[in-house]
C-alpha cells in the first residue's frame, strides 16, 4: 500500500502569510492526489483534485503541484478563515495531517 | 444541490453489528463510485471502503477487511456499510464521500457517529 507522509504535521502562521504544506508520497502516484480542508467539527472540503486542479468555489489563493512522490498545498496569502486541518490523500490513503494555526 | 446524508450510528457493544446507510440526491448515483471514509476521535482521516459505480470493483482497508461490506442500490441511490464484529477502535465518525474520476472524493456527508463500547 502506498503511504503518504505530511509535514510539517504543525504549523504556527499569522495572516497574510505564505504557507507551504508538503505531502509525500512512498512510491510514485502520478498526479492523483487531492487536498482537503477540515475545520472542526465539520466534514472535510475538497480544495485540490489531480495535483493542481482547483475545486470549483475554492479561492485562488489555494493552489496545488507537484507529481510522481512530492506536492505541495500553497495558500499564498493567509486568511483568518484558513485555519484549519489540512490532509492530502491518494485514492486508499491519506496523509497524516497539517493543522495551521494562529500565531 | 449535490447531497449526501448518513444515517445508522449509535452506540454498539464490542462484536455487535451496525449497518450505515448513506442517501445521495442532486446527481446522477449510478454513474459514480462512492466511498466510506471514517475519523475516530482527535485522529486524522482513515479511507474505509469504495465501490465503483456498478458494483463491480470493491475495496476494504485491512483494518475492516472480512468484518465490513460495502454495497449500493442504485435504483434507491444508496450506499451502505454493513460492520459486523465491531471493535473500540472502530469507533470513529464515518462519512460517505462520492468519488472523481481524476482522483479526490467529493462531496462528503455530515457523518453518523459509531460508539463501540460495553
Known amino acids: 500500500d502506498i503511504q503518504l507522509t505530511q509535514s510539517p504535521s504543525f504549523l504556527s502562521a499569522s495572516v497574510g502569510d505564505r504557507v507551504t504544506i508538503t505531502c509525500r508520497a512512498s512510491q510514485g502516484i502520478s498526479s492523483y492526489l487531492a487536498w482537503y480542508q477540515q475545520k472542526p467539527g465539520k466534514a472535510p472540503k475538497l480544495l485540490i483534485y489531480?495535483?493542481?486542479t482547483l475545486q470549483s468555489g475554492v479561492p485562488s489563493r489555494f493552489s496545488g503541484s507537484g507529481s510522481g512522490t512530492e506536492f505541495t498545498l500553497t495558500i499564498s496569502s493567509l486568511q483568518p478563515e484558513d485555519f484549519a486541518t489540512y490532509y492530502c490523500q491518494q485514492l486508499n490513503s491519506f496523509g497524516g495531517g497539517t493543522k495551521v494555526e494562529i500565531k | 444541490e449535490v447531497q449526501l446524508v448518513e444515517s445508522g450510528g449509535g452506540l454498539v457493544k464490542p462484536g455487535g453489528s451496525l449497518r450505515l446507510s448513506c442517501a445521495a440526491s442532486g446527481f446522477t448515483f449510478s454513474s459514480y463510485s462512492m466511498n466510506w471514509v471514517r475519523q475516530a476521535p482527535g485522529k486524522g482521516l482513515e479511507w474505509v471502503s469504495s465501490i465503483s459505480s456498478s458494483s463491480s470493483y470493491i475495496y476494504y482497508a485491512d483494518s475492516v477487511k472480512g468484518r465490513f461490506t460495502i454495497s449500493r442500490d442504485n435504483a434507491k441511490n444508496s450506499l451502505y456499510l454493513q460492520m459486523n464484529s465491531l471493535r473500540a477502535e472502530d469507533t470513529a465518525v464515518y462519512y460517505c464521500a462520492r468519488g472523481l474520476t481524476l482522483g479526490g472524493v467529493d462531496p462528503w456527508g455530515q457523518g453518523t457517529l459509531v460508539t463501540v463500547s460495553s
Open positions: 489531480a495535483a493542481s
